[in-house]
């Protein structure tokens, strides 16, 4: 994979002045060593994830990992989905390991949430496994060698590829789909797919959120519109999934972002513009990605919720939305846009 590929990571010319105009600029991943190097080997049990339920790019990999059968052969920690505030010894802004931290949502600690388990030292903070490996760098996911007690990658469409490349070799199930497969034809029709839905909706959603320009939020909010409209075209004809009839990499990647649009997104990253239940043919694909067997299982919307709306100005969650009816029990009601 690319080191420039448009589908993976964000250009980075003159990062430092739109940054400065107001822009949304995502940051580069440092670490890209690959399953099936000598030093890391593609082998049941030795790998581990770092991951945070909230987070779009972490939600890819737990996919994988789910809908692959990898859930008993590579382990995972689970952060709590706010990060430290100014009140941490460490300072603001970190992913922490905190299994007994109460919510704002609920008022009690949220059971998904785990301690460090993979490094032997119990980190309580994913920067200090960062800084284990020599890097200034605090993001999530993390693709972690318990053998060598090592990072191996920490850019979610790599592990992604990776994970469904070897997932044989790391004890993933028989009957598991092929997300990526060896047609030519078909690969690069995933490729084009994956450019625009991770430049104009996945990266797309962040570039409107987090943008504090109003023309570089206009430009955001039209392309990820745009698109909407674009992939509804595309599932008229009644295929089930974006390339046909089979689930590939395309589907899972823009699966994340559009499952936090009608309770999330549409508020918190003023993505006002539609909700997918305005989308009929999105959101039947919306739902029939949601009951796929291991997809349930690998996200939360109270983990975004509380991600989310938690670390706003004013910590204040939203509760809804309730109508048609409350959220994730909608993606269980295709028939909502009948």
């Known amino acids: 994979m690319s080191r420039h590929d448009t589908s ?79 009140s941490d010894p460490a300072g603001p802004g970190l992913w922490q390991f905190a299994p007994d931290k109460p919510a704002t949502l609920s008022g009690a600690p949220l059971p998904e949430c785990t301690a460090e388990t993979a490094t032997g030292a119990g980190r309580r903070l994913v920067k200090e496994i960062y800084t284990d490996n020599g890097s200034e760098e605090q993001s999530v996911p993390v693709l972690y060698d318990k053998a060598s007690r090592t990072i191996v990658n920490n850019e979610s469409a790599e592990i992604l590829r990776m994970l469904n490349a070897h997932a044989s070799a790391l004890g993933g199930a028989q009957a598991a789909p092929d997300l990526y497969p060896d047609d030519a034809t078909l690969k690069a029709e995933i490729d084009a797919l994956n450019d625009r839905i991770y430049t104009t909706i996945n990266n797309g959603a962040y570039k409107a959120g987090f943008s504090s320009d109003q023309a570089v939020y206009a430009e955001a909010f039209g392309a990820y519109f745009d698109t909407l409209a674009w992939l509804e075209e595309r599932l008229s004809d009644g295929r089930p999934f974006l390339t046909g009839d089979r689930f590939t990499e395309a589907d899972l990647r823009l699966f994340p972002t559009l499952f936090r649009h009608d309770p999330v997104y549409y508020l918190r990253m003023k993505l006002n513009g539609a909700k997918i239940l305005d989308y009929p043919h999105l959101w039947r694909w919306l739902c029939r990605v949601h009951a796929l067997p291991g997809v349930r ?37 295709p028939e909502l846009v009948d």
């Open 8 to 86: 993976t990571e964000e250009d980075q010319s003159n990062a430092t002045q739109r940054r400065a105009r107001g822009e949304f600029v995502r940051g580069v991943s440092g670490f890209r060593a690959a399953l099936g190097d000598p030093d890391h080997p593609a082998q049941p049990g030795r790998y581990h994830l770092f991951v945070a339920l909230n987070c779009p790019w972490c939600h890819r990999v737990t996919l994988a990992r789910s809908v692959l059968g990898l859930t008993d052969s590579i382990t995972m920690d689970v952060v709590f989905p706010n990060r430290t505030d100014e």
């Open 297 to 333: 299982e690998a996200g939360s919307l109270i983990h975004c919720r509380q991600g989310y709306f938690g670390r706003s100005w004013n910590n204040v969650i939203p509760l809804g939305p309730f109508r048609p009816m409350p959220y994730p029990e909608a993606y269980d009601h």
